[in-house]
Structures are given as C-alpha cells and as structure tokens.
C-alpha cells in the first residue's frame, strides 16, 4: 500500500547574537544542579522576529467563470476578484546595524504590507529588500536601533550528527524551542530550483518558516524552510537552507534587489558506476560536461562534452545537482576555477561566469511556475526553426517547477494562457502581464500538448 506524503511548507522563527567559541549545550547550571540550555537561548532568542503578512490572493474559482455567456449575461468579470487574506512566518535578524532580516520567499510573497515583530513587543514595518523563489529566501529591512543579530555560521562545515535548535512560533502557540541532530545533508525535495536542504529531526512545524536553525555555539546555520507531514504535523523530518546559500543570495537581494544567476553555457548529468569506469575515475562523483553551447563561457575555457567536472574553486563537486546550485549562486562576471579530468588527466580552467545573453530567458525571470527552466529563441539549426513560432525549452530541471507544471527539454512552447509566444522578449513580455500562469501550449516532437496547472 502506498502512502501519500504531503510536503508542507513550514514556518518557523530564530535568532542569535553572538555567543563565545566556548558555548555549549546542554551545560550544568550549577545553582538548580540541572543540565540545560538555557544560557544559550538567552542570546538566541531576542534576534527571533514575527512576520505578519497582508497580502490579496486569487478569489475562489468558480466553473461559471469560464463560460463566456454567463459572465455576459450577468455582467460578471473574466477572473473572481481577489480577497485580502493574512499570513504569519519567521525571521533571523542577521544584520543589527542596518537591520536586515532574512526570511523565505513564500513566507512574503505577494505581500502588501509586512510587519516584523520582536520578542520585546517592538513592532516595525519592514521593507521587502528583495526575493528569490529559486532558494526560497527573501530580505528584509527594518529600523535598526537595540537589535540583536544572530552571526551567520559556516555550513559547509556541518557533518551528520551536529546538535541542532528550532525556535519558532509553531501554530501560533508563541515562541517555542526544539532540539535536535542534523540527520542529513545536501537533500534535494523537488520544490525548488536550488537545493542543498539540511535534514533535521528537530521537531518544525507549521507556523516555523523563515525561521533559524542553531548550533549549539548560537550560530544560525540554516533558515527552516519545509517538512514533510503525511499527517499534517511533525514527523521528524525537517528541512533547511544552509547558511552559505542564504549567505549568496541575500548579498545580491541587497546588492541588485534581485539575484542576477549567470551560466557557462554547458549540459551535464550525473556519473554513473560505469561511467566511472569508462572514464577511469576512482570514485563515481562529478558533473559530465554532455554539451557544449558555441560562444558560451565553457567553450572560451576550453571545456568540451566527456570532460568530468570534478572541483569548482577548491570545493569538491559530487554530481550534476551540486555544479548546478555552486553555479546558479554565483553573480555573473565572476571567475570560476573549474577542475575537470580529460582521457584520465585531471586539468584545471578558469571559467568566467556569463549572462544568459540575448535571445535566452530563465524560468523564475518569467514566472515562478516556470523556475528550473530555461527559454532560448529556436536556433537556425533547429528543424523547427522557419516553420514554427514558438521558444525552445533549452532546459527543465527534473523536480523543478516547471518540471511539475509538464515542461521537458526539447519542447517547443508555442502560448502562454491561450497568448501566442513567438519570441523569448515576447514571452517575458507576456509573463509579466499575467497575474497567474494556468495553461500553456506545447509542441513535444510532432504532437501538440495543453498543459494545465495543477
């Protein structure tokens, strides 16, 4: 029998002001003659922050909506109108002194108005820096003045086992602490376009996301993101975003507003066991190079389909998802030192990391639904190219969104929500345009499709 799990977006809260190298929990208070951790959440806890949300969502569909005779018949409009609705999450105070608050992207999506709440009762309106829906994190700005911040640990660092903290507000029952191990890392969950999540059985619940995950110096390592609740509630399967990703992000959201991913212009899959073999590795890790775009960054490098992508600036590269995150993360013009091993030769290249260009559009620049997907304008030596309108889908990531939404490589995306699409500047056009994507119309081979958004 097979059981459904549902994959629940958490929402959970933290915070931390720094704490000596020495700290450690549990301790023995020496007065009550009890181990605890008190002493270390004294200075976790004042950084933890509430976000209340007023935002306006979708009104309700209707069937009779989408009959074009009853909306005339009864002056109705072509879309339900929208509702206003409230949302509540986390934060991390991870800046005092300009006041920046990290938190998740679907925690202030679609927000109108944003309300930070402190553990002293000092309520701020906050302003939205910037969001990435690729990581699920977002920036937030609020008055500095007698904050406490929570330091930013290393997690690259972490290894299985680690003790780890929750501290939220969990069903709205007020500021609660969880304790717990790291019981994973580098998972990937298919709900983002970027993911390196740590697994931990610190209990997180509903009401726990944007919040921060602790070690037990008081440094945040990660931002409580998702669990996984076949029935709804805590199961001991938690996850979050590693410090170093938010880290990455937030510098662009405060630096540009929004995070600009560059590329190298290559294909890749992961190494299997007998890929290992043909291409004599010791170990099957890596990212094979399967293709080569003309002009691209890769090529300048000198990199060529078969080469194995093994290290990229001294960190150790396992598969094709783990190249994929280290690239999509860094700003575009950087220098990459990229080795890869060649006909059993390990070389090393310098990559400069490059825009999508012209005529190229990523997934989460058009709408979040199409996120782990890249749009390119049909080449020349496309056997479509001349004969069919439309934006060639150069990439879809498995697990994306715009894999679940039906997207493959090698689709032709011919309308968006029944609008023609001729070109990538067109579809961006349309995108923005559009307040949700529901349909879409697809060639995959010589077979038209109409995808639907589930």
């Known amino acids: ?13 933290l915070a931390v002001s720094p704490l000596s190298a020495t700290a450690a929990v549990p301790s023995l208070d020496p007065e009550r003659g009890v181990m605890t951790m008190a002493p270390l959440l004294d200075k976790t806890t004042p950084a933890v922050v509430n976000i209340s949300v007023r935002l306006r969502v979708p009104g309700q569909e209707n069937p009779l909506f989408r009959d074009p005779f009853f909306r005339r018949f009864f ?100 500021q609660t602490v969880t304790t717990g191990i790291v019981s994973a890392l580098g998972r990937g969950i298919g709900t983002q376009g970027y993911e390196d999540f740590i697994q931990t059985d610190a209990s997180i619940n509903p009401g726990n996301s944007g919040g921060a995950l602790v070690n037990s110096r008081g440094e945040l390592i990660g931002i409580n993101t998702a669990i996984i609740a076949p029935g709804g509630g805590n199961v001991g399967i938690g996850f979050a975003v590693p410090t170093n990703m938010a880290r990455a992000v937030m510098d662009q959201l405060i630096k540009h507003g929004e995070v600009k991913r560059g590329r190298i212009g290559v294909g890749i899959q992961d190494v299997s066991p007998e890929l290992a073999e043909a291409f004599d590795l010791p170990a099957p890790a890596g990212a094979v190079v399967t293709q080569v775009e003309t002009g691209s960054p890769a090529e300048v490098a000198g990199l060529a389909p078969g080469d194995v992508i093994v290290e990229v600036d001294g960190r150790k590269i396992e598969d094709s998802t783990d190249l994929r995150n280290l690239v999509g993360l860094v700003e575009r013009g950087a220098k990459l030192v990229v080795a890869y091993v060649r006909n059993g030769e390990r070389r090393t290249t310098s990559v400069e990391v490059g825009s999508l260009g012209t005529g190229q559009i990523s997934g989460e620049q058009a709408v979040p639904a199409f996120a782990g997907a890249r749009f390119i304008d049909i080449p020349e030596d496309h056997p479509a190219f001349g004969n069919v309108e439309g934006v060639l889908v150069a990439e879809a990531v498995p697990g994306s969104p715009a894999w679940r939404f039906g997207l493959r490589q090698g689709d032709i995306l011919l309308a968006v929500n029944r609008k023609p699409v001729r070109s990538v500047a067109q579809l961006e056009k349309i995108a923005k345009g559009v307040d949700r994507v529901v349909a879409l119309n697809v060639l995959r081979g010589s077979a038209e499709l109409f995808l639907a958004m589930r």
């Open 75 to 174: 002056d109705l409009p072509g879309q339900p109108p929208a509702r206003e609705a409230m949302s509540a999450g986390s934060g991390v105070i991870v800046d005092a002194e300009a006041g920046y608050v990290l938190t998740n992207h679907h925690v202030v999506e679609n927000a109108q108005q944003i309300t930070v709440a402190l553990k002293d009762r000092r309520r701020f309106e906050a302003e939205l820096i910037g969001s990435d829906p690729e990581t699920d994190i977002a920036v937030l700005k609020i008055e500095p003045g007698a904050l406490a911040a929570l330091p930013l640990g290393d997690s690259d660092i972490l290894e299985v086992g680690d003790v780890v903290l929750a501290i939220g507000n969990p069903f709205g029952l007020g």
């Open 1 to 13: 029998m097979i059981r459904t799990i549902w994959l629940l977006f958490a929402i959970s809260s």
